[in-house]
DNA sequence: CGCCAAAATTGATCTGGGTCAATCGGCTTT
DNA sequence: AAAGCCGATTGACCCAGATCAATTTTGGCG
């Protein structure tokens, strides 16, 4: 889908009661700071299924996500497609050294982000160690978590990798919602296969068959864990 | 492997005339700098298969690799082995969040490398911008590389998945040796195999196919491409 | 509510790559 | 040069997950 990008103005907000004032790249900054930065980003809502930007674009801005879920994936040129992460609030996108997008990134449901562009971020930031610092930061944690899904998809089989999954992506919901059992799961059956290196039979498949043998509950937008411990077994061995 | 770190003490050597002065981290210092980034590091020599350092490890030290080839895996407890990179001279290893490695390192054939303790390391890196810049920058490049790799491994098919490795191989072998058709291989058949997602078997039937079709010989410790075109055909479709 | 389209599930069948099991071949050791 | 070893190759067979093909369920909308 095209994107028609509605912003809302720097007037309409304040970083400083910005969902992800504590989470984001904005954590390393302190008040003042805060107030200079809020005159670099604007607010941007897109709605289901638009696409931010694509791979091989020339990137342009920096983009933190506010609110909602974003898949980032690569195409292959006959269409497959890996899904090489989900966004949640927080995260921040935008990063590469080519001045190109390695990666394409669409909203699933309505998102809202913080777009910056480039060159005065890029100014802003230049002074600021602890705000390079905390990129560095986030740039790491992105790679570890890249490593563990090679792991994942290059030496777990199906079952493995829908445990893993639904507890990683319990684990990163906890995160907004709190913990509980049940993972909410805004993305298609078809957007998880592409995550896990599957095709979306075997994932609807993979999901029945835990759920005839009582480890989970498929429950409108998400999965109940009915049996917690038996789905992190399944994960580990 | 165990360890049996060789030290050649800081006096033995020069960064100024150090092998990856210009591709390394350090190439974002200058001459004075140098000097005293001189004294942070020791030169440290690894036997073929020693371990550098093991996932989990806390993490003490970073690394330059200065000679040589290393693997980077993670294993799962049943001993699965998931080959993450493989790491160049130039490389940068030992940067996390956490404070442990999030995957073990060894040597692949005999090995040099740049040792810094993480403090005095962290110390001097404090106050200057570029160098944190210039690491950021490598985590970047990695990060692309590694989302890459994971359409690789969810979406490829065992040929493509060879005929990728061959020409990613020897795409990194041209800034060490120059442009040639011949890519060598330090690596064993299940170290390919263990970065593939595939078996030792289904690489070695692979590369005998290939060269019976006339695109590769293989050779003793790499392989040549006889049809670089036909290769790159195959890793792309 | 009833209609339509898209998403998800289920079933039947097929196959790419894994598994298991011999060799083979090149080095090292003696 | 014979023996032993370890990595690589090759062959025979198998199976997890893909593919193909219907349904069934869900969600949006007049």
């Known amino acids: 889908m095209k994107p028609s990008l509605v912003t809302?103005?720097?007037n309409g907000h304040f970083c400083s009661d910005c969902a992800v004032r504590e989470s984001a790249v904005c954590s390393s900054l302190d008040a003042v700071e805060?107030?200079?930065?809020?005159?670099?980003?604007?607010?941007?809502?897109?709605g289901s299924g638009e696409t931010v930007f694509s791979e091989e674009d020339i990137s342009t801005s920096f983009y933190n996500l506010l609110e909602g879920v974003m898949r980032l994936y690569k195409l292959l040129p006959d269409g497959r497609r890996q899904i090489?992460?989900?966004?949640?609030?927080?995260?921040?996108l935008g990063m590469n050294v080519s001045g190109r997008h390695n990666f394409s990134a669409d909203a699933i449901g309505a998102v809202t982000v913080c777009q910056f562009a480039k060159t005065p971020f890029g100014r802003f930031i230049e002074d600021r160690a602890h705000l390079l610092r905390r990129i560095n930061e986030l740039a790491i944690r992105e790679l570890d978590h890249a490593r563990d899904h090679m792991v994942l998809l290059g030496r777990r089989s199906a079952d493995e990798k829908v445990a893993?999954?639904?507890?990683?992506?319990?684990?990163?919901?906890?995160a907004l919602k709190g913990r509980s059992d049940t993972v909410p799961l805004p993305m298609s059956r078809q957007d998880i296969a592409d995550y896990l290196g599957l095709t979306i039979e075997t994932v609807s498949r993979t999901f029945t068959k835990l759920e005839r043998h009582g480890v989970i509950e498929i429950i409108h937008g998400g999965i109940r864990l009915l049996d917690p411990a038996r789905v992190e077994a399944l994960a580990a061995a």
Chains 1, 2 share one sequence.
């Open 34 to 46: 805060l107030r200079e930065f809020e005159h670099l980003g604007r607010r941007v809502r897109l």
């Open 84 to 92: 090489v992460g989900f966004a949640l609030p927080g995260d921040f």
């Open 164 to 174: 893993a999954f639904l507890l990683g992506w319990r684990e990163r919901s906890f």
């Open 8 to 10: 809302i103005g720097p």
